[in-house]
């Protein structure tokens, strides 16, 4: 069963990245509305993450860890069970195998909870605690008794450039949730979670930018759209700054790339690129996910209508604002 976890850990536990992945998708799953994510040395000494959710019941918690384990039942084959798909009930199994986790957890509000300790997959302790109702999972030491896959760790500013990759994705895709993010004492992102997209915008890539956003809005039979896109004279010199999220989930598709910078065409100097947030929300069926699952990619089975209608839409705007 060890030797099973720590091969399978392979799959789901690539980097510290993974690992924060894994355990914000569970808070977000749990129905928290505040999540704090605090690590350390880019994540390969310790990564914790708290939540305010539903918390797991006291005999819930060792069976949590098991391979398949899991409290969720899959509907269906909408685009972002596919995503996830084999890692189901795997991910906690995959984490504890392959460093230390302490889990501290309530399900209520009396203020006792549980304590569980588990190292290189072994149940160390299991024990009442004074708990607030949520959940926090630290993970340190990952891949301690893996060597060969920790002596692929890159620095600590490449696994902390990861880290904040995805917090920054998962804090615009969802504007309703209150995220932190620290690191080794320094406060690298905290947003509010009282929905307003433009307050993570500015936490993210600063008041300035937050300031050239113009709000978008457009809507036709199949699409609707919302979001912010900055006005010309605000560029950047890559594309890291263009998020595009379907369905309430942040994508990858260069189709919507390509079609929102055609927007911006005769508007911007060569190799120069906007700050663009579109959140789009369509039918599950217009989604193809079968693309590249762990890339984000997308792709549309209705592009020749959708690439247009974002592109007229972004031109509207902006032609409004040049004028
Ligand atoms: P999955 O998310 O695919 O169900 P995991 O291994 O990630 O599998 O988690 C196993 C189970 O542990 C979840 O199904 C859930 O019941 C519980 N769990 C994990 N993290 C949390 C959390 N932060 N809050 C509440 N329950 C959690
Ligand atoms: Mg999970």
């Given at each position: 069963?060890?030797?099973?976890?720590?091969?399978?850990?392979?799959?789901?536990?690539?980097?510290?990245?993974?690992?924060?992945k894994e355990l914000v998708e569970n808070a977000i799953d749990a129905?928290s509305?505040?999540v704090?994510?605090?690590?350390?040395?880019?994540?390969?000494?310790?990564?914790?993450v708290?939540d305010?959710g539903?918390?797991i019941?006291?005999?819930?918690?060792?069976?949590a860890?098991?391979?398949?384990?899991?409290s969720k039942?899959?509907?269906?084959?909408?685009?972002?069970?596919?995503?996830?798909?084999?890692?189901?009930?795997?991910a906690l199994?995959?984490?504890?195998?392959?460093?230390?986790?302490?889990?501290?957890?309530?399900?209520?509000?009396?203020?006792?909870?549980?304590?569980?300790?588990?190292?290189?997959?072994?149940?160390?302790?299991?024990?009442?605690?004074?708990?607030?109702?949520?959940t926090?999972f630290?993970?340190?030491?990952?891949?301690?008794?893996?060597?060969?896959?920790?002596?692929?760790?890159?620095?600590?500013?490449?696994?902390?450039?990861?880290?904040?990759?995805?917090?920054?994705?998962?804090?615009?895709?969802?504007?309703?949730?209150?995220?932190?993010?620290?690191?080794?004492?320094?406060?690298?992102?905290?947003?509010?979670?009282?929905?307003?997209?433009?307050?993570?915008?500015?936490?993210?890539?600063?008041?300035?930018?937050?300031?050239?956003?113009?709000?978008?809005?457009?809507?036709?039979?199949?699409?609707?759209?919302?979001?912010?896109?900055?006005?010309?004279?605000?560029?950047?010199?890559?594309?890291?700054?263009?998020?595009?999220?379907?369905?309430?989930?942040?994508?990858?598709?260069?189709?919507?790339?390509?079609?929102?910078?055609?927007?911006?065409?005769?508007?911007?100097?060569?190799?120069?690129?906007?700050?663009?947030?579109?959140?789009?929300?369509?039918?599950?069926?217009?989604?193809?996910?079968?693309?590249?699952?762990?890339?984000?990619?997308?792709?549309?089975?209705?592009?020749?209508?959708?690439?247009?209608?974002?592109?007229?839409?972004?031109?509207?705007?902006?032609?409004?604002?040049?004028?």
């Amino acid at each position: 069963e060890h030797i099973a976890n720590q091969i399978a850990a392979g799959e789901v536990v690539e980097r510290p990245a993974s690992v924060v992945k894994e355990l914000v998708e569970n808070a977000i799953d749990a129905g928290s509305t505040k999540v704090e994510v605090v690590i350390e040395e880019g994540g390969l000494q310790s990564i914790r993450v708290s939540d305010n959710g539903s918390g797991i019941e006291p005999d819930d918690c060792e069976a949590a860890f098991y391979r398949h384990a899991t409290s969720k039942i899959q509907h269906g084959r909408d685009l972002f069970n596919i995503t996830s798909l084999g890692f189901r009930g795997e991910a906690l199994a995959s984490i504890a195998a392959v460093s230390k986790v302490t889990l501290t957890t309530s399900s209520n509000d009396d203020g006792l909870g549980r304590k569980l300790i588990i190292e290189g997959g072994k149940l160390i302790t299991n024990e009442d605690t004074a708990a607030s109702r949520g959940t926090s999972f630290i993970v340190r030491e990952l891949f301690y008794n893996t060597p060969a896959r920790l002596k692929y760790m890159k620095t600590i500013q490449t696994e902390l450039g990861h880290i904040s990759d995805y917090i920054y994705r998962i804090a615009l895709s969802h504007p309703n949730i209150g995220i932190i993010l620290r690191h080794n004492e320094n406060t690298l992102l905290q947003t509010i979670g009282n929905g307003d997209l433009l307050q993570v915008v500015a936490a993210i890539y600063g008041t300035q930018a937050a300031k050239a956003m113009i709000p978008i809005q457009a809507e036709d039979l199949d699409f609707s759209m919302q979001g912010f896109v900055s006005l010309p004279e605000w560029t950047r010199s890559n594309r890291n700054g263009i998020s595009t999220i379907v369905n309430g989930r942040y994508i990858r598709s260069n189709g919507l790339n390509h079609a929102l910078l055609r927007a911006y065409h005769t508007l911007l100097p060569i190799n120069r690129y906007p700050l663009v947030i579109l959140s789009l929300t369509m039918h599950p069926s217009i989604v193809d996910v079968n693309v590249h699952p762990a890339k984000l990619e997308v792709r549309f089975s209705k592009e020749s209508e959708l690439y247009p209608f974002v592109e007229q839409a972004i031109h509207a705007v902006l032609r409004q604002e040049v004028l």
